[in-house]
């Protein structure tokens, strides 16, 4: 389904969780009739737990509370913070909620990834951070760098009608008949500023390549620039075929990646891609000052995106994700200044020189790490569709 942009949105940036929990929890305490929130990641720490006491402040004040978490990125919710809010009278409940390891069996690898609230139907946040803190990392890896926006305006009828069918969806399967939504609230979809924006979701039934095919009309459309922060990057076919073609035309392409990781298997079949990227033309850097888990992209100026979507295979064929899609050259500018900043303050350029350089044992072991996350891929029954073609483009190490 192509992105509707609509006209009119106030779209506000947010930079990590020194920007964004402040913001979100304003909007949780001033909450005066429901709240939708969704998290891969419900953490106990202190960020989980000031979230958890807004939710249970709300509650008694007569808010109808409803939260959403995966039941493997947040299985420690049931026990750390499950029977408080249940107490206080918030709704929960569990996207495939896990028993044990033994249960992430082929289908379990679909996980609800998105990270998203809205408030009242009047003011909505969407984006790459979890509920978390930024320094919940070890000591060499914080702060956490991440984005989120904080939207008002026509595009929030968009998320509020997401965060409500995933709510009843997950309802349905939980046998939670009586968790369906009963505030008979209407979005606050007032002109509230000067950007077109548009709201685009990841799932497994009408929305399957909504955003990737947004990212790949846009990079199509570019003409001058491509700027790409991404925590986890590893390209199908048809992604990666349009990031060559914009480089052929003379696009100046720029990614910035992760220089220190949570997920070593993926980083390391990622960097199999860099030596045809760079021959292309491409410049990579990786972010090591910290943690990067950031999801954003600005192209030509005009186009930006952030969201909870990486761009590999497990957040493009298999999770439920949500991006915010912005049509506006100040938006675009100030987000493009954010990750500028974030590349000269805290990011090493890859060079062609140093791959070459690795011994042996390197470059094996990212030819392994390439080859075990395809065949994760092919255990979901996606990869020979729709990923499997991917050693036939340029995008190797060879």
Not at 43 to 66: C, F, K, S, T, Y
Not at 126 to 146: F, L, S
Not at 303 to 328: C, H, M, Q
Not at 351 to 361: D, F, G, N, V
């Amino acid at each position: 389904m192509p992105a509707e942009f609509l006209p009119g949105n106030r779209i506000t940036l947010l930079n990590s969780g020194a920007r964004y929990f402040p913001a979100l929890l304003s909007a949780i305490e001033a909450a005066r009739a429901e709240i939708f929130l969704e998290t891969y990641i419900f953490a106990d720490d202190e960020i989980g737990h000031e979230v958890a006491g807004a939710l249970v402040r709300a509650a008694a004040r007569g808010v109808q509370v409803n939260v959403t978490v995966d039941g493997f990125g947040a299985r420690n919710f049931r026990a750390d913070f499950l029977p408080r809010l249940t107490a206080a009278g918030v709704r929960s409940l569990f996207y495939r909620p896990e028993i044990g390891p033994l249960h992430l069996r082929r289908h379990r690898l679909r996980r609800l990834h998105r990270k998203l609230a809205v408030i009242d139907a009047r003011v909505a946040f969407v984006g790459g951070i979890n509920i978390v803190d930024d320094n919940n990392a070890p000591q060499e890896m914080r702060p956490r760098y991440d984005y989120a926006v904080r939207i008002e305006g026509p595009t929030l009828r968009q998320v509020h009608h997401a965060a409500r069918r995933m709510w009843e969806i997950v309802s349905w399967a939980n046998f939670r008949r009586r968790f369906r939504h009963t505030v008979p609230t209407t979005p606050a979809c007032e002109i509230a500023g000067e950007q077109e924006a548009a709201f685009l979701i990841r799932d497994n039934i009408r929305h399957r390549n909504d955003i990737l095919q947004a990212y790949i009309a846009a990079i199509n459309d570019a003409q001058n620039e491509i700027l790409i922060a991404n925590a986890y990057f590893l390209p199908g076919l048809r992604f990666g075929l349009a990031l060559h073609a914009a480089a052929r035309r003379g696009v100046r392409i720029t990614v910035l990646l992760q220089g220190k990781t949570d997920h070593p298997l993926l980083r390391y079949a990622t960097q199999t891609l860099y030596a045809a990227l760079l021959k292309a033309g491409m410049r990579i850097y990786e972010y090591e000052r910290s943690f990067m888990h950031a999801k954003v992209a600005v192209i030509d100026g005009q186009w930006a995106t952030v969201g909870s979507s990486n761009i590999d295979p497990f957040s493009l064929l298999l999770a439920k994700e949500a991006n915010v899609f912005v049509r506006n050259p100040a938006f675009a500018a100030e987000l493009q200044a954010s990750v500028g900043h974030a590349i000269a303050s805290g990011a090493r350029e890859v060079l062609a020189a140093e791959l070459t350089a690795h011994p042996w044992h390197i470059r094996a072991l990212r030819w392994l790490s390439y080859g075990l996350v395809r065949a994760i891929v092919g255990l979901t029954g996606y990869g020979q569709r729709h990923w499997q073609p991917e050693e036939r483009t340029p995008d190797s190490d060879s």
